[in-house]
């Protein structure tokens, strides 16, 4: 975990605290800032930081945002940032748009109709430039209502309808033994979901590369050990520094 530098700041109350002050703000990978706090954070980002308080032992800390020089956004559903054009315009960041499709499976109930997601994207574009929003299909899941060839014609499906809007797609597949919690959920729903094997992994690698000839997007893994090098699909940082270089030279 980076160590970021830490700093003194007054609080609104006049109380004066430690804060960590990062240069690049990841918002977030534990809640979907972008779709249900958007207007939260921009203001504390006027007010210069924010506070988080730990679910488990209730121990509060603060992050500075003035040495901010990045800021990386997670979500399933960033539309809400389409009513802060103006703030965005001038910082420096990009946008991991996590688009599935699991509409019929009812694995992601929470997010907007899938046309609608896809609309998002293409608006984000247009109103940013395509270096500024990634496509994620995270995670892979495989049960036994979802196979190899559905999650491929799924990602067909997507990919063909943002092709000309997107450089990069990155991609995982669904570890359901190391996140109890999800494996906790699945089986509350009763979907049987099944481990991806290693040949599994590799035949859908080398699918996905013989899909991409039609689009020529770079091709990433997320957080996997498994070597896909060979079918042209890059070890990806989920946080990607050079890819942080390139958009601020933009």
Same mark, same amino acid.
């Given at each position: 975990?980076?160590?970021?530098?830490?700093?003194k700041?007054?609080? !609104?109350n +006049?109380?004066t605290v430690?804060?960590?002050? *990062?240069?690049?703000?990841?918002a977030?990978?534990?809640?979907?800032?972008?779709?249900?706090y958007?207007?939260?954070?921009?203001?504390?980002l006027?007010? +210069?930081?924010?506070?988080?308080t730990?679910?488990?032992?209730? @121990?509060?800390s603060?992050?500075s $945002?003035k040495?901010?020089r990045f800021? @990386?956004?997670w979500s399933?559903? *960033?539309?809400?940032?389409l009513?802060?054009?103006?703030e965005l315009?001038r910082?420096?960041f990009?946008?991991?748009?996590?688009l599935?499709?699991?509409?019929?499976? +009812?694995?992601?109930? +929470? @997010?907007?109709p899938?046309e609608?997601?896809?609309?998002?994207f293409?608006?984000?574009?247009k109103?940013?430039?395509?270096?500024r929003?990634?496509?994620?299909?995270d995670?892979l899941i495989?049960?036994?209502?979802i196979?190899v060839d559905?999650?491929l014609?799924?990602?067909e499906?997507?990919g063909?309808?943002?092709?000309? $809007?997107? !450089?990069?797609? @990155?991609f995982?597949f669904?570890?359901?033994?190391?996140?109890?919690?999800v494996k906790s959920?699945?089986e509350?729903?009763?979907?049987?979901?099944?481990?991806?094997? !290693?040949?599994?992994?590799l035949?859908?690698?080398?699918?996905l590369?013989?899909l991409?000839?039609k689009?020529?997007?770079?091709?990433?893994?997320c957080?996997?050990?498994?070597?896909?090098?060979?079918f042209?699909?890059?070890?990806n940082?989920?946080?990607?520094?050079?890819f942080?270089n390139?958009?601020?030279?933009?």
């Amino acid at each position: 975990m980076a160590q970021w530098q830490k700093i003194k700041i007054i609080r !609104e109350n +006049g109380e004066t605290v430690d804060a960590q002050a *990062p240069i690049i703000i990841s918002a977030s990978r534990s809640t979907d800032i972008p779709a249900f706090y958007a207007d939260w954070f921009f203001h504390r980002l006027k007010i +210069g930081y924010s506070a988080w308080t730990n679910p488990f032992n209730g @121990v509060k800390s603060y992050v500075s $945002y003035k040495n901010a020089r990045f800021f @990386v956004f997670w979500s399933k559903n *960033p539309k809400p940032l389409l009513n802060h054009i103006d703030e965005l315009k001038r910082m420096n960041f990009y946008i991991q748009f996590t688009l599935n499709n699991y509409v019929s499976e +009812g694995l992601e109930k +929470g @997010v907007p109709p899938l046309e609608d997601r896809i609309e998002t994207f293409k608006q984000l574009v247009k109103t940013f430039g395509k270096g500024r929003v990634i496509w994620r299909f995270d995670p892979l899941i495989l049960t036994d209502k979802i196979t190899v060839d559905d999650l491929l014609r799924k990602v067909e499906n997507i990919g063909d309808q943002l092709f000309g $809007y997107t !450089e990069k797609l @990155v991609f995982s597949f669904a570890d359901i033994a190391l996140y109890k919690k999800v494996k906790s959920n699945l089986e509350k729903n009763n979907i049987n979901y099944s481990e991806w094997t !290693e040949n599994q992994m590799l035949d859908f690698a080398q699918r996905l590369s013989e899909l991409n000839k039609k689009w020529n997007f770079q091709l990433a893994t997320c957080g996997e050990k498994i070597d896909i090098s060979q079918f042209g699909i890059q070890h990806n940082k989920c946080i990607d520094d050079d890819f942080d270089n390139t958009v601020c030279k933009k």
